[in-house]
């Protein structure tokens, strides 16, 4: 992967992570946008009954934030050492669980794992969550074989 393309692809896939950790610290709040309520939030965001309370999103806004520290990391490093090769393994982490999502995703979409037939989640799911979990998913597998 050349060196421009891979600091480009460490960019979208780092601003994706960070974007996802700071929505997840935004509902740590309390708050709920862009559903009117938690239960609402929930069934639209993973299609069942969740708390969205800080217990829970909180680990979630970490492990993206790292996430994205160390895509980018990986996307600008050079050499070798410690520090690099710990970033390219948590990318590799990351295309392994954005391949998992989708994959998921996926299944829901087929029918093979249980999911609401009714409400939002599906059609978020085939539109905008499965797709942006594989695309990404794959990005981030390149980038991890990059040196």
């Known amino acids: 992967m050349k060196d421009s393309t891979r600091r480009r692809t460490g960019r979208a896939l780092a601003a994706l992570l960070a974007a996802d950790g700071l929505v997840h610290l935004y509902w740590a709040t309390g708050l709920t946008w862009p559903a009117p309520d938690e239960r609402t939030l929930s069934l639209a965001v993973l299609g069942s009954e969740v708390s969205f309370g800080p217990p829970v999103v909180l680990p979630l806004a970490a492990l993206t934030l790292t996430g994205a520290a160390a895509v980018l990391a990986h996307a600008k490093g050079r050499g070798g050492g410690p520090v690099p090769r710990a970033a ?60």
Not at 108 to 123: I, K, N, Q, V, Y
Not at 133 to 145: I, K, T, Y
């Open 88 to 147: 390219r393994l948590v990318t590799a982490a990351v295309a392994a669980g954005l391949a998992v999502r989708g994959l998921a995703g996926l299944g829901w979409a087929a029918g093979l794992l249980d999911s609401p037939a009714d409400g939002p989640f599906r059609a978020l799911n085939l539109a905008l969550y499965t797709p942006a979990c594989l695309g990404f998913g794959w990005a981030a597998a390149r980038l991890a074989r990059a040196r």
